[in-house]
């Protein structure tokens, strides 16, 4: 697990090593090589244990599809490390504010104002609320 912090760099750079690290524990991504980094298999398996890791992932994880829904249905505020595009996808989105309504805050500001994906995250949490367009924000069917 996490142990990998204290690992020589060749360890750290070992994919056998960082993948069963990850398996035990999703944060010893953030000690895995930066190759590993970029390794699709190695950051799904962290990201089920542990979704905001993928703070540690790849840019080009960040923006794939798969790694961030694995990644927002584990902690829905891991929707602030996907990319911007994958923060204005809808269906990244509602999985994200299923599993933390107050992941609105980092969906896009046409996702804030869209009734539906407001709806979810207000039924999570009353106070994702506070992220939703101003619109919706005075929209009775919404705060009631």
Not at 2 to 9: D, F, P, Q, S, T
């Amino acid at each position: 697990g996490v142990e990998l912090k204290y690992a020589g760099r060749d360890l750290q750079a070992d994919r056998e090593v960082v993948l069963e690290a990850v398996k035990q524990n999703g944060v010893a991504l953030e000690y895995a090589g930066e190759d590993l980094r970029a390794h699709k298999d190695l950051v799904l398996e962290a990201v089920k244990k542990d979704g905001v890791v993928i703070e540690y992932a790849s840019e080009n994880l960040r923006g794939d599809t798969e790694v961030v829904l694995e990644s927002v249905r584990e902690n829905g505020l891991a929707l602030q490390c996907a990319n911007e595009i994958l923060r204005a996808d809808t269906e990244v989105v509602l999985e994200a504010v299923r599993q933390n309504g107050e992941a609105l805050e980092y969906a896009s500001d046409d996702l804030q104002a869209d009734k539906e994906v407001v709806l979810q995250a207000v039924r999570e949490s009353g106070c994702a609320l506070n992220y939703a367009s101003d619109n919706l924000r005075a929209d009775k069917g919404v705060v009631l």
